[in-house]
């Protein structure tokens, strides 16, 4: 039902930012609540953060709170990831995902994944 491409990854320097986007194909994007889930080497796959479907919620976990921004034009069926502040341990692959159930930070509740874009923070 829908296809998403993350792009937007890179090397940056601790305390740098990136912009990630994920661009989603499919008429129905607005159906769909959008999250980012990040994947470190060797541990599990964890949630960052989700927006609903007209972007009037969002949840963030702790980690990312306050240096972190979801945000969505669905005009466009692209949902996007303000970082800033990067740190080391934000160093991972970063996944966008979308969710028909609505807003949630449980990667069980996405239905449809991208492939993923690495994002490496150096000190």
């Known amino acids: 039902q829908v296809q998403l491409v993350e792009s937007g990854g890179g090397l940056v320097q601790a305390g740098g930012s990136l912009r990630l986007s994920c661009a989603a194909s499919?008429?129905?994007?607005?159906?769909?609540?959008m999250g980012w889930f990040r994947q470190a080497p060797g541990k599990e796959r964890e949630f960052v953060t989700a927006i609903s479907r007209a972007g009037a919620r969002t949840y963030y976990a702790d980690s990312v709170k306050g240096r972190f921004t979801i945000s969505r034009d669905n005009a466009k069926n692209t949902v996007y990831l303000q970082m800033n502040s990067l740190q080391p341990e934000d160093t991972a692959v970063y996944y966008c995902?979308?969710?028909?159930?609505?807003?949630?930070?449980?990667?069980?509740?996405?239905?449809?994944w991208g492939q993923g874009t690495q994002v490496t923070v150096s000190s």
């Open positions: 499919g008429r129905t994007f607005s159906s769909y609540a």
């Open positions: 995902a979308a969710a028909p159930s609505g807003i949630a930070t449980s990667a069980d509740e996405y239905d449809y």
